[in-house]
């Protein structure tokens, strides 16, 4: 199967997936995405089949730039739209119709370059008050920025390099309701991305369900039950029961969330099937009639007992108390008088208990209390410092964290501009740029970078240097991101951000990504190499080195990085090599797990970023390295936690074995001899944990002792053929 033939395939398979959540799903929602992402997978095939579709490519779509946003899908695959394109917005198509142009693409366009236009941006960029989207709304406003400083010669120059995809792309951003907000406090979302998604909660139809059993069928029942109870035959008893089954009847036909009493083996159900044989001129089955009359009082008492009645006044007050999602709209009415494009920075007033005015408009009792869930989603829209977001919960993940990131970096990025208007639009063209998807490439080539974008380039003359702020920036980001999730290994988009602030403060530091198992062709750039160098000079001969075995002068003399025209980028072949040897026999193959252990042996050389952190950047963490080292050590443990029964652990066991290298690594930056710790830890697990753990913990002290431990050994992550973590609880059991 060739590479094209490859590709094609991964394109069918999510296109199947798509349709059968788009044939068999019962939300309509997510029918319609579904429904979608068919549309978009079906572009990709087709564009892959007629070669429009480049696919490894940095530009993918044929007839676009390298620094157009492509439309990109799971997997990194272009659709061949672009980001920027589409039909006319709406601000777009209101721009036309002010200036009495025809409502297409390239006459607005036109239009901005016109003296008017250019005002207008201008106006626009001083306001501050505009939404880029995406990079290429920034190009526009940039002409005009340049044609007010003077810079003629660059304006034209961007002009020229854009306008062959005027009638294509938009280089406009929308206007705004708010200026671009404070960048030392972020939100984890916007009002209007957490008013949507309480609005998309509906009522929990079990507890909607019950509430009517409670309020509704419960009642009913208790007078069926007097109706029986009360059988003397008499034609006013039979009068009775015809009203008894004609308010039935009524109650059924409005009230159906709740099928108890439409089922025949309930007691309920017997006695009402028996009422409807009463009235309809047919002998009741006495029998089942008297069975479920003792059966109800027997486990209630009769209506009007004293145990009978406190239990259906505890009911009553359960179904009185308001649901979630009447709650939930008393949250989106506060929400909903919010800006709905910033976050808030008090979150207390939108899930404070209802207040008698609400109580008055809705019915909901005063003081009632929002649940801990909707207070929870809530609050993914406060406004507050990184650290803070972090410590109230807010920001659960090394991910998370890295989506926040961009919010900061582009400000400290934006702060080389010196014009205040300047550095807004590129604080905001940066966050957009950092939405932008990653592609799937091949070749060791790399992602387009900020600085390759023609608007950007216009620019660059107009920079000044700013001491400090980027190495601040980045260290605060490196400590955050260590303290908050230390048994985590940095992610990817984090990383990008990193590097953004490592070049800006001229540090001579690389960051090295997590590199994909299923796409891995066998080389390593040569920064893998650079960063194993870094970290060398930082561990030579220390516990770490020891505990993996790290020749790290022989690291040194590797002197091999050179460019291959099969590649893109300069490579490591010595690198590469000392990889996969220091991987094993198990890595000799082609297979996923073979490139994942050569993966984490590059990793574990390179220490994936943690020496570059703790060395050149300079982070040191507040509450030291050995408190690091004890919480990534927690996190070990409770990932192993999950090992046992699970039937794919190798993820959870490769997530395990990354967590304890950073225990290995901050225990060696501790320069502590106290062990004894980790053992009192894992004790505090199960068994099986403990089990699993004894050889790791023997391995660690081998090399901080120098003695042989008997059963000992190195704790990696990916295996091929099956791990010993796992073979060795099989033998147990």
Same mark, same amino acid.
């Given at each position: 199967?060739?590479e094209?033939?490859?590709?094609?395939?991964?394109? +069918?398979?999510?296109?199947?997936?798509?349709f059968?959540t788009?044939?068999?799903?019962?939300?309509?929602?997510?029918?319609?995405?579904?429904?979608?992402?068919?549309?978009?997978?079906?572009?990709?095939m087709?564009?892959?089949a007629?070669?429009?579709?480049?696919?490894?490519?940095?530009?993918?779509?044929?007839?676009?730039?390298?620094?157009?946003?492509?439309?990109?899908?799971?997997?990194?695959?272009?659709t061949?739209?672009a980001?920027? !394109?589409?039909p006319?917005t $709406?601000?777009?198509?209101?721009v036309?119709?002010?200036?009495?142009i025809?409502?297409?693409r390239?006459?607005?366009f036109?239009?901005?370059?016109?003296?008017?236009?250019?005002a207008?941006?201008?106006e626009? %960029?001083?306001?501050?008050?505009?939404?880029?989207?995406?990079?290429?709304?920034?190009?526009?406003?940039?002409?005009?920025?340049l044609?007010?400083?003077g810079?003629?010669?660059? =304006?034209?120059? %961007?002009v020229?390099?854009?306008?062959?995809?005027a009638?294509?792309?938009r280089?406009?951003?929308?206007?705004g309701?708010?200026?671009?907000?404070?960048p030392?406090?972020v939100?984890?979302?916007?009002?209007g991305d957490?008013?949507?998604?309480?609005?998309?909660?509906?009522?929990? $139809?079990?507890?909607?369900?019950?509430?009517?059993?409670?309020?509704?069928?419960?009642?009913?029942a208790?007078? %069926?039950?007097?109706?029986?109870?009360?059988?003397? &035959?008499?034609?006013?008893?039979?009068?009775?029961?015809r009203a008894?089954?004609?308010?039935?009847r009524?109650?059924?036909a409005?009230?159906?969330?709740?099928?108890?009493?439409?089922?025949?083996?309930?007691?309920?159900?017997?006695?009402?099937?028996?009422?409807?044989?009463?009235?309809?001129?047919?002998?009741?089955?006495?029998?089942?009639?008297?069975?479920?009359?003792?059966?109800?009082?027997?486990?209630?008492?009769e209506?009007?007992?004293?145990?009978?009645?406190?239990?259906r006044r505890?009911?009553?007050?359960?179904?009185?108390r308001?649901t979630?999602?009447?709650?939930?709209?008393?949250?989106?009415?506060?929400?909903s008088?919010?800006?709905?494009t +910033?976050?808030?920075?008090?979150v207390?007033? %939108?899930?404070?208990?209802?207040?008698?005015?609400e109580?008055?408009?809705? !019915?909901i009792?005063a003081?009632?209390?929002?649940?801990?869930?909707?207070?929870?989603?809530?609050?993914?829209?406060?406004r507050?410092p990184?650290?803070a977001?972090?410590?109230?919960?807010?920001?659960?993940?090394?991910?998370?964290?890295?989506?926040l990131v961009?919010q900061?970096v582009?400000?400290?990025?934006?702060?080389?501009?010196?014009?205040?208007?300047l550095?807004?639009?590129?604080?905001a063209?940066?966050r957009?740029?950092?939405?932008?998807?990653?592609?799937?490439?091949l070749?060791?080539d790399? *992602?387009?970078?900020?600085?390759?974008?023609?608007?950007?380039?216009a620019?660059? &003359?107009?920079?000044r240097?700013v001491?400090? +702020?980027?190495?601040?920036?980045l260290?605060?980001?490196g400590e955050?991101?260590? *303290?908050?999730?230390?048994?985590?290994?940095?992610?990817? $988009?984090?990383?990008?951000?990193?590097?953004t602030?490592?070049?800006?403060?001229?540090?001579?530091?690389?960051?090295?990504?997590?590199?994909?198992?299923?796409?891995?062709?066998?080389?390593?750039?040569?920064?893998?190499?650079?960063?194993?160098?870094?970290?060398?000079?930082l561990?030579?001969?220390s516990?770490?080195a020891?505990?993996?075995?790290?020749?790290?002068?022989?690291?040194? =003399?590797?002197?091999?990085?050179s460019?291959?025209r099969?590649?893109?980028?300069?490579?490591?072949?010595?690198?590469?090599?000392?990889c996969?040897?220091?991987?094993?026999?198990?890595a000799?193959?082609h297979s996923?797990?073979?490139?994942?252990?050569?993966?984490?042996?590059?990793?574990i050389?390179?220490?994936?970023?943690?020496?570059?952190?703790?060395?050149?950047?300079?982070?040191?963490?507040?509450?030291?390295w050995?408190?690091?080292?004890?919480?990534a050590?927690g996190?070990v443990?409770?990932?192993?936690?999950?090992?046992h !029964?699970?039937?794919?652990p190798?993820?959870?066991?490769?997530?395990?074995?990354?967590?304890?290298?950073?225990?290995?690594?901050?225990?060696t930056m501790?320069?502590?001899?106290?062990?004894?710790?980790?053992?009192?830890?894992?004790?505090?697990?199960?068994?099986h944990v403990?089990?699993?753990l004894?050889p790791?913990?023997?391995?660690?002290?081998e090399?901080?002792? &120098?003695e042989?431990?008997?059963?000992?050994r190195?704790f990696?992550?990916w295996?091929?053929g !099956?791990?010993?973590m796992?073979d060795?609880?099989?033998?147990?059991?």
């Amino acid at each position: 199967m060739d590479e094209k033939q490859e590709r094609s395939g991964y394109a +069918t398979g999510q296109l199947a997936k798509a349709f059968v959540t788009a044939v068999t799903h019962q939300d309509a929602d997510v029918r319609r995405l579904a429904e979608r992402r068919m549309r978009r997978w079906r572009q990709v095939m087709d564009g892959i089949a007629d070669g429009t579709i480049s696919v490894g490519e940095r530009a993918p779509v044929a007839g676009l730039p390298v620094w157009a946003t492509p439309e990109v899908v799971r997997g990194g695959f272009a659709t061949g739209n672009a980001a920027a !394109g589409g039909p006319l917005t $709406p601000h777009e198509r209101a721009v036309a119709e002010r200036a009495g142009i025809p409502a297409e693409r390239r006459a607005v366009f036109e239009h901005h370059l016109s003296d008017a236009g250019v005002a207008g941006l201008a106006e626009l %960029l001083d306001s501050g008050r505009y939404e880029v989207e995406v990079p290429e709304e920034a190009a526009l406003p940039v002409v005009a920025w340049l044609l007010r400083a003077g810079d003629i010669a660059a =304006a034209l120059r %961007l002009v020229e390099e854009i306008e062959p995809y005027a009638d294509r792309l938009r280089f406009a951003p929308r206007p705004g309701d708010a200026p671009v907000p404070d960048p030392s406090v972020v939100s984890r979302e916007t009002v209007g991305d957490v008013r949507a998604a309480v609005a998309a909660r509906g009522p929990n $139809p079990r507890i909607e369900a019950m509430n009517e059993a409670l309020s509704v069928w419960n009642p009913f029942a208790d007078e %069926l039950l007097e109706f029986w109870l009360a059988d003397d &035959g008499s034609p006013e008893w039979r009068e009775r029961g015809r009203a008894l089954l004609a308010r039935y009847r009524g109650l059924a036909a409005v009230h159906t969330l709740c099928a108890k009493h439409r089922r025949p083996k309930e007691n309920l159900g017997i006695l009402r099937a028996a009422l409807e044989d009463l009235v309809e001129g047919r002998e009741p089955d006495r029998g089942r009639v008297r069975y479920a009359v003792r059966s109800m009082v027997a486990k209630r008492g009769e209506p009007g007992s004293r145990s009978h009645t406190e239990l259906r006044r505890a009911q009553a007050a359960v179904a009185e108390r308001p649901t979630h999602h009447a709650l939930a709209q008393i949250v989106l009415s506060r929400l909903s008088a919010l800006p709905q494009t +910033t976050g808030v920075d008090d979150v207390g007033p %939108l899930v404070r208990p209802v207040t008698g005015e609400e109580e008055a408009l809705t !019915g909901i009792p005063a003081g009632s209390e929002p649940p801990e869930a909707l207070r929870h989603a809530v609050e993914r829209a406060l406004r507050a410092p990184i650290g803070a977001l972090i410590e109230r919960g807010v920001v659960p993940s090394a991910e998370v964290l890295a989506g926040l990131v961009p919010q900061i970096v582009a400000s400290t990025a934006a702060e080389t501009y010196a014009d205040e208007a300047l550095r807004l639009l590129m604080a905001a063209h940066y966050r957009a740029f950092r939405n932008r998807r990653s592609l799937l490439l091949l070749n060791l080539d790399h *992602q387009v970078r900020v600085e390759e974008l023609p608007w950007v380039r216009a620019v660059d &003359g107009h920079r000044r240097v700013v001491d400090g +702020t980027a190495r601040t920036a980045l260290r605060e980001i490196g400590e955050l991101a260590l *303290q908050g999730f230390p048994g985590t290994i940095l992610p990817n $988009p984090l990383l990008r951000e990193m590097d953004t602030l490592a070049r800006g403060a001229g540090l001579d530091v690389v960051f090295v990504e997590e590199l994909a198992a299923d796409i891995f062709m066998g080389a390593f750039s040569g920064k893998f190499l650079r960063a194993a160098k870094l970290a060398g000079k930082l561990l030579d001969g220390s516990l770490y080195a020891r505990y993996y075995d790290i020749d790290y002068q022989a690291v040194q =003399a590797i002197e091999d990085v050179s460019r291959k025209r099969r590649f893109r980028a300069s490579d490591s072949q010595g690198f590469a090599g000392l990889c996969t040897r220091r991987a094993g026999e198990g890595a000799r193959g082609h297979s996923v797990a073979a490139n994942g252990m050569v993966i984490e042996q590059a990793q574990i050389l390179t220490t994936h970023n943690l020496a570059a952190l703790a060395g050149p950047v300079g982070v040191w963490p507040a509450p030291g390295w050995e408190d690091l080292a004890r919480r990534a050590f927690g996190t070990v443990c409770r990932l192993l936690e999950r090992v046992h !029964g699970n039937p794919r652990p190798l993820g959870t066991v490769k997530d395990a074995a990354y967590a304890w290298r950073q225990t290995v690594f901050f225990l060696t930056m501790a320069r502590t001899r106290d062990f004894a710790w980790l053992g009192e830890e894992a004790g505090r697990h199960p068994a099986h944990v403990r089990e699993r753990l004894g050889p790791v913990l023997g391995g660690l002290r081998e090399a901080a002792t &120098g003695e042989r431990v008997p059963g000992a050994r190195r704790f990696t992550g990916w295996a091929a053929g !099956g791990h010993w973590m796992l073979d060795r609880a099989r033998r147990r059991t």
